[in-house]
């Protein structure tokens, strides 16, 4: 027989407070006292005289082993017990074994295992998608939905659920093995280049020449240069006090060939915009030289090609910092040591442009420029975006009112909405998730209506915390409807998000931390006259301290208004 292993009695029937056969309720085995599974008395503890736990008890005394049958099943279970500490044991023989094998592998075998786990690694961090909370929308499922209705916003109801987001987006934007090998390559095998604008406008400012920009406009300093325009008028350049570079910029612009654009952009510009017309060379190098701009000479016939030039200068500057962040990780996937770089490229948020516009048939004219613009292989909800933003223009008899209101009034003039835009290599996504989109669509009303729910649960202006260029279109319609909604809206720009939306701080850049964003944002006003208003948001909210700002001061044809003749009317 067996030693006594301690455990209350010999194993089989000796296993003190189990009972018998390893029941827990049967008598007391090896200890000579009753179980604790009877009826307490002064006494002690007895038996139940139930007849249920006779029975049991009397079953239990006929399956009593002998001592034979016991030591028998003693022996066998002494087997499985040490049949079961050898398989505690068998994983770390294994491991063990696993290790001494890896140091004896070819190097080939050594690389296609390292190879094979970088992929595993690349596939568990998407690049973009890595900021993006799960559920992809804005909030909760269900607040977000009452939210949307309330501010009549327009989302896909698919990308607002609970499925993954992720599986949205098509492999071509994930970071996979291939994009090791084109991580010097880009998108569209496109080089940086450090006189790149979009380079030299994010680079980063040497902290002292920083704070001194800071303390300049903080202060309301500015050093102000003017650059007359023949035909057009004059811009008046403004830069901080500290600095004292010029930012006069030569109207040499002549057409698209001329900028600095991915190369996807430049191969549709060159075949939608091959020259640039008078309004569009007196505006493009301080469009796309990031500086901010004020051009109050918008009409009716000059509004499509402000529209053209601000479209490519926004999907250029979100193709070129997306590609930057493709490039990033795939740097980082590559090397051995990833923690040793120091890869600045993102904000908190992923959406980079808002697009502002009083009505939803302008900003249809937008979203179908932009797309005109990146040519993609497919539109998704192509047909809902134009159904929902447009509608028949030109059925009421208006020909006897001015052009102007029948720019702005004919087709979908509802001024309460608020989509988003989202790109990837080959597909394009209207009423896409606005954590998940790169362009954000909508008018001045409809983003108060969700920045300033009356339910404070549904509020959230998180998504506007990268904004890196704004546009806002028809600014003197906007002022019509409320000047305040353009004020609430900006107000809420670029703060510091009150929730982190998945972010990777390690990659965002220096200024966003430090709650500087704003002064790096560009802002882009077009309106058709200057009102007090749009000079205080020019005043306050164009704080451009890498490029400066500009304010064109236009030269209305025809001169000054002459007084009649008096003479011969008897007036000295």
Same mark, same amino acid.
């Given at each position: 027989?067996?030693?006594?292993?301690g455990?209350?009695?010999?194993?089989?029937?000796?296993?003190?407070?189990?009972?018998?056969?390893?029941?827990?309720?049967?008598?007391?085995?090896?200890?000579?006292k009753?179980a604790?599974?009877?009826?307490?008395?002064?006494?002690?503890?007895?038996?139940?005289?139930? $007849? %249920? *736990?006779k029975?049991?008890? +009397?079953?239990?005394? @006929? #399956?009593?082993?002998?001592?034979g !049958?016991q030591? =028998?099943?003693e022996?066998?279970?002494?087997?499985?017990?040490?049949?079961?500490?050898?398989?505690?044991?068998?994983?770390?023989?294994?491991a063990?074994?696993?290790?001494l094998?890896?140091?004896?592998?070819?190097?080939?075998?050594?690389?296609?295992?390292?190879?094979?786990?970088?992929?595993?690694?690349e596939?568990?961090v998407?690049?973009?998608e $890595? %900021? *993006?909370?799960e559920?992809? +929308?804005?909030?909760? @499922? #269900?607040?977000?939905?009452?939210a !949307?209705?309330d =501010?009549?916003?327009?989302?896909?109801?698919e990308?607002?659920g609970?499925?993954?987001?992720?599986d949205d987006v098509?492999?071509d934007d994930?970071?996979?093995?291939?994009?090791?090998?084109r991580?010097?390559?880009?998108?569209?095998?496109?080089?940086?280049?450090?006189?790149?604008?979009?380079?030299?406008?994010?680079?980063?400012?040497?902290?002292?020449?920083?704070?001194q920009?800071?303390? +300049?406009?903080?202060?309301? #300093?500015?050093?102000?240069?003017?650059q007359?325009?023949?035909?057009?008028?004059?811009?008046?350049?403004?830069?901080?006090?500290?600095?004292?570079?010029?930012?006069?910029?030569?109207?040499?612009l002549?057409?698209?060939?001329?900028l600095?654009?991915?190369?996807?952009?430049?191969?549709?510009?060159?075949?939608?915009?091959?020259?640039?017309?008078e309004t569009?060379?007196?505006?493009?190098?301080?469009l796309?030289?990031?500086?901010?701009?004020?051009?109050?000479?918008?009409?009716?016939?000059?509004?499509?090609?402000?529209?053209?030039?601000?479209?490519?200068?926004?999907?250029?500057?979100?193709?070129k910092?997306?590609?930057?962040?493709?490039?990033?990780?795939?740097?980082?996937?590559?090397?051995?040591?990833?923690?040793?770089?120091?890869?600045?490229?993102?904000?908190?948020?992923?959406?980079?442009?808002l697009?502002?516009?009083?009505?939803?048939?302008?900003?249809?004219?937008?979203?179908?420029?932009?797309?005109?613009?990146f040519?993609?292989?497919?539109?998704?909800?192509?047909q809902?975006?134009?159904?929902?933003?447009?509608?028949?223009?030109?059925?009421?008899?208006?020909?006897?009112?001015?052009?102007?209101?029948?720019?702005?009034?004919?087709?979908?003039?509802?001024?309460?909405?608020?989509?988003?835009?989202?790109?990837t290599?080959?597909?394009?996504?209207?009423f896409?998730?606005?954590?998940?989109?790169?362009?954000?669509?909508?008018?001045p009303?409809g983003?108060?209506?969700?920045?300033?729910?009356e339910?404070?649960?549904?509020?959230?202006?998180?998504?506007?915390?990268?904004?890196?260029?704004?546009?806002l279109d028809?600014?003197?319609?906007?002022?019509?409807?409320?000047?305040?909604?353009?004020?609430?809206?900006?107000?809420?720009?670029?703060?510091q998000?009150?929730?982190?939306?998945?972010?990777?701080f390690?990659?965002v850049?220096?200024?966003?931390?430090?709650?500087?964003?704003?002064?790096?944002?560009?802002?882009?006003?077009?309106?058709?006259?200057?009102?007090?208003?749009?000079?205080?948001?020019?005043n306050?909210s164009?704080?451009?301290?890498?490029?400066?700002?500009?304010?064109?001061?236009?030269?209305?044809?025809?001169?000054?208004i002459?007084?009649?003749?008096?003479?011969?009317?008897?007036?000295?």
């Amino acid at each position: 027989m067996a030693p006594n292993r301690g455990r209350g009695g010999p194993r089989g029937g000796f296993r003190g407070g189990r009972g018998n056969s390893r029941g827990r309720g049967g008598a007391a085995q090896g200890s000579g006292k009753l179980a604790r599974s009877g009826i307490r008395t002064k006494a002690g503890y007895r038996k139940f005289d139930s $007849q %249920r *736990v006779k029975d049991v008890d +009397s079953q239990s005394e @006929d #399956e009593m082993p002998d001592a034979g !049958e016991q030591s =028998a099943e003693e022996s066998s279970q002494d087997g499985m017990s040490d049949s079961e500490e050898d398989e505690e044991v068998a994983p770390g023989v294994k491991a063990y074994n696993a290790l001494l094998q890896s140091f004896k592998q070819p190097d080939g075998d050594e690389d296609e295992e390292r190879r094979r786990k970088r992929r595993k690694v690349e596939k568990e961090v998407p690049i973009i998608e $890595q %900021r *993006v909370p799960e559920d992809g +929308s804005v909030g909760s @499922d #269900e607040d977000t939905g009452s939210a !949307e209705e309330d =501010a009549g916003i327009e989302v896909d109801e698919e990308a607002s659920g609970d499925e993954d987001e992720e599986d949205d987006v098509p492999q071509d934007d994930e970071i996979d093995a291939s994009a090791i090998t084109r991580a010097g390559e880009g998108n569209d095998e496109d080089e940086e280049d450090a006189s790149d604008p979009y380079e030299a406008h994010f680079a980063n400012i040497d902290e002292n020449d920083l704070s001194q920009r800071l303390n +300049s406009i903080q202060g309301g #300093e500015w050093r102000t240069e003017k650059q007359p325009l023949p035909k057009v008028g004059s811009f008046t350049l403004y830069s901080p006090q500290s600095c004292q570079e010029s930012i006069i910029r030569k109207p040499n612009l002549k057409a698209s060939s001329d900028l600095v654009l991915k190369k996807r952009v430049a191969d549709n510009a060159a075949r939608l915009l091959p020259q640039f017309d008078e309004t569009q060379r007196s505006i493009a190098p301080y469009l796309f030289n990031y500086t901010d701009l004020l051009y109050p000479s918008r009409t009716p016939a000059n509004a499509s090609s402000l529209r053209s030039a601000a479209c490519v200068h926004a999907l250029n500057h979100v193709l070129k910092g997306r590609d930057k962040v493709l490039k990033n990780s795939a740097r980082l996937a590559s090397t051995q040591n990833p923690e040793m770089l120091d890869l600045r490229d993102q904000g908190f948020t992923r959406p980079k442009v808002l697009i502002l516009t009083e009505t939803r048939q302008h900003a249809y004219h937008y979203g179908s420029r932009i797309a005109d613009f990146f040519a993609p292989e497919q539109v998704e909800n192509k047909q809902r975006f134009h159904d929902s933003f447009t509608a028949p223009i030109g059925d009421d008899d208006n020909s006897t009112l001015p052009e102007d209101y029948r720019e702005l009034f004919d087709g979908n003039n509802d001024n309460s909405f608020l989509t988003a835009i989202k790109f990837t290599r080959k597909t394009m996504k209207y009423f896409s998730a606005f954590y998940t989109s790169d362009i954000i669509l909508a008018s001045p009303l409809g983003l108060r209506r969700i920045i300033e729910n009356e339910d404070k649960k549904k509020q959230d202006w998180d998504f506007l915390s990268s904004i890196e260029i704004l546009i806002l279109d028809q600014v003197d319609a906007m002022q019509m409807q409320s000047a305040e909604n353009i004020e609430v809206v900006t107000r809420h720009l670029n703060l510091q998000p009150r929730s982190a939306h998945g972010t990777d701080f390690n990659r965002v850049r220096p200024f966003y931390l430090d709650n500087h964003a704003r002064h790096f944002r560009q802002t882009i006003l077009f309106t058709a006259y200057l009102t007090p208003e749009t000079n205080r948001l020019f005043n306050t909210s164009m704080q451009n301290l890498a490029s400066g700002k500009a304010k064109l001061t236009p030269t209305y044809p025809g001169g000054a208004i002459t007084a009649p003749s008096l003479s011969g009317l008897g007036v000295k």
